[in-house]
């Protein structure tokens, strides 16, 4: 998650829907999980889907950026179900060097299946490009 205004709008909005979660910024991707009432968690996913554009620039002025970089931005919801009871307390972003290590992070609250959910459904989509 290069866009710094995106990260803010992800943070801000799972905090003012009452969410809680983790977003992982990994080596190979971000993950963002989330959790909380079934409004909110909907509220919250029209934001991630629909609202926010995950191919905008940093800056105008940088042309930097390549087309192609900026066409592999997207966000995809992996997994949504329900769950007994809240893993984790509060919304916060963790940055991690390798995905071992998120891996790791995720197994802490016994949610490496999301992690594992994620990583292959990138492996799948790079799969049929």
């Known amino acids: 998650m290069s866009n710094t205004k ?25 993950i963002v999980i989330v959790e909380g ?22 800056n105008d002025d940088n042309d930097e950026m390549d087309a192609d970089d900026a066409k592999k931005n997207k966000c995809t ?4 179900g329900t769950s007994t009871s809240h893993a984790l307390r509060r919304f916060c972003f963790e940055t991690f060097r390798s995905d071992a290590a998120a ?6 609250f016994k949610l490496e299946h999301l992690y594992d959910a994620a990583f292959a459904a990138i492996a799948c989509a790079e799969d049929s490009e």
């Open 103 to 108: 891996r790791r992070y995720l197994a802490e």
């Open 77 to 80: 919801r992996v997994w949504r």
């Open 6 to 30: 995106n990260k803010f709008k992800v943070d801000v909005n799972a905090q003012e829907n009452h969410l809680t979660g983790v977003g992982l910024i990994a080596e190979a991707f971000t």
């Open 37 to 58: 009432t079934a409004k909110a968690v909907r509220r919250y996913d029209k934001l991630m889907m629909r609202r926010i554009d995950w191919n905008a620039k940093l």
